[in-house]
């Protein structure tokens, strides 16, 4: 049985669209990291989150290995390896009605994967507010 949400968000992971990723989410959407600690609300957050794991897990060697899903949502498990380091998690999403994405959760493990993503992550935000702030100051 397909989901539209989910393949909606497979379609993302394969094309990179962030047009495409923006109308996925729900305006009030809320992403879970396993390096920050409170919850993110909102689109503008999530989507900014999306976008970096993107580039920073979204290389070839990314991969889904497994997939559970229920009436709402799915469980995504996925792995990847980055300098050398085998991180391995998963992505547990949550759609509404329309198949928008209302909650986004990542969990990751070993320890020494979950440092290297935060390392990584912090990298990319930071590269990401930096062109934000660059184009709203021209």
């Known amino acids: 049985m397909s989901k539209p949400g989910l393949d909606k968000w497979y379609a993302y992971m394969k094309s990179h669209d962030t047009s495409a990723l923006w ?21 503008d957050i999530t989507f900014k989150y999306l976008t970096s794991a993107a580039k920073v897990l979204g290389g070839p060697t990314f ?21 050398g380091i085998k991180l391995n998690g998963v992505d547990i999403i949550t759609f509404d009605g329309d198949g928008r994405i209302t909650h986004f959760k990542v969990m990751v493990r070993p320890l020494k994967a979950i ?16 062109a934000t702030s660059q184009s709203q100051s021209r």
């Open 63 to 83: 991969k889904y290995l497994g997939e559970w899903t229920n009436d709402s949502g799915a469980v995504l498990e996925f792995e990847n390896e980055i300098d």
């Open 115 to 130: 440092n290297l993503l935060h390392q990584m992550m912090g990298a990319e935000l930071m590269k990401q507010s930096g």
């Open 23 to 43: 109308d996925l989410l729900h305006s009030d959407a809320v992403f879970e990291s396993p390096v920050v600690h409170t919850p993110q609300r909102g689109r």
